[in-house]
């Protein structure tokens, strides 16, 4: 019998037993070298192996498919039963638009609600100042700019005043396409730059000891804000919007992997 401790530390022990095959006694010599000779390998590439940790990283643009236009509807009133009843009033006025505008209900989101109180000092005494009542409306609809300087005109006329912003963004299915390919890229970007480092510093990459990913999510682009008050259009239609304030520039989309390789000289 032979028990072998672990090589890293260089240290082993023996017990061993003669061992009859055949009617004939096996060498103690014959029966440790070919054990002597494995224990000295892993020992030497115990001790010749490193690590090289390298940072994966990948961006894809793509153009965007579908326009979001987030509105913010405030009211700020005397008493919170006003705060909300003036804001309600303009949120069903800009529902009323855009389902006139052939947008279901489920295309128009509502994404937050609340209601805060004011306060104002007076001689270091803190009073009511009124409320102040506020619900964003989302909708989303396919990009087409001649779609959205309508909705934009319709939208901003009239009772609602609401703050605007407007963004651009992809379809989800895109979006699950996306995520897969920026993490392949993201490895290969890994291998790409850990064999490059250890030929520049003669050594070989040997396998992998770690992976780790989702460390930081996927960084997709910021919205691109504006205000109602801020747009040139006409009641009447589109035409009066400046066009070159909505062109939609490509998205870019990055996201990023840790790998730690395990490396030894190179042969």
Do not use: H, W
Not at 108 to 132: C, H, L, P, W
Not at 188 to 193: E, F, I, R
Not at 208 to 216: D, H, L, N, V
Not at 243 to 248: D, I, L, M
Request: aromatic share 6%; charged share 25%.
């Amino acid at each position: 019998m032979i028990l072998i401790s672990s090589p890293r530390q260089g240290i082993f022990s023996m017990s061993i037993f003669v061992i009859q095959l055949n009617d004939e006694k096996v060498t103690m010599e014959k029966l440790l070298l070919p054990f002597i000779f494995v224990l000295c390998s892993m020992q030497t590439m115990a001790q010749n192996q490193g690590e090289l940790a390298v940072l994966g990283e990948a961006s894809i643009a793509l153009k965007p498919t579908r326009t979001v236009i987030q509105y913010n509807v405030e009211s700020t009133q005397s008493t919170y039963v006003a705060a909300v009843e003036d804001m309600t009033k303009r949120v069903d006025e800009l529902a009323n638009i855009l389902s006139g505008m052939k947008f279901k209900e489920d295309e128009m989101i509502t994404s937050s609600f609340r209601v805060q109180e004011k306060f104002a000092y007076d001689r270091g005494q803190r009073r009511n100042d009124g409320y102040t009542a506020t619900q964003t409306l989302k909708v989303t609809f396919p990009l087409e700019k001649k779609r959205l300087l309508e909705v934009l005109s319709k939208t901003t006329s009239g009772l609602v005043n609401a703050g605007i912003a407007v963004s651009f963004t992809i379809d989800e299915a895109k979006r699950e396409e996306l995520n897969l390919q920026l993490i392949e890229e993201a490895v290969n970007d890994a291998k790409s730059k850990a064999e490059t480092i250890a030929r520049a510093a003669a050594c070989k990459i040997q396998g992998i000891k770690e992976i780790t990913y989702g460390t930081r999510p996927v960084a997709y682009p910021t919205p691109r804000l504006a205000r109602a008050e801020t747009l040139s259009m006409s009641a009447a239609d589109a035409g009066g919007v400046e066009v070159s304030n909505f062109e939609a520039a490509d998205l870019t989309f990055t996201d990023s992997v840790n790998v730690i390789y395990l490396i030894g000289p190179a042969q």
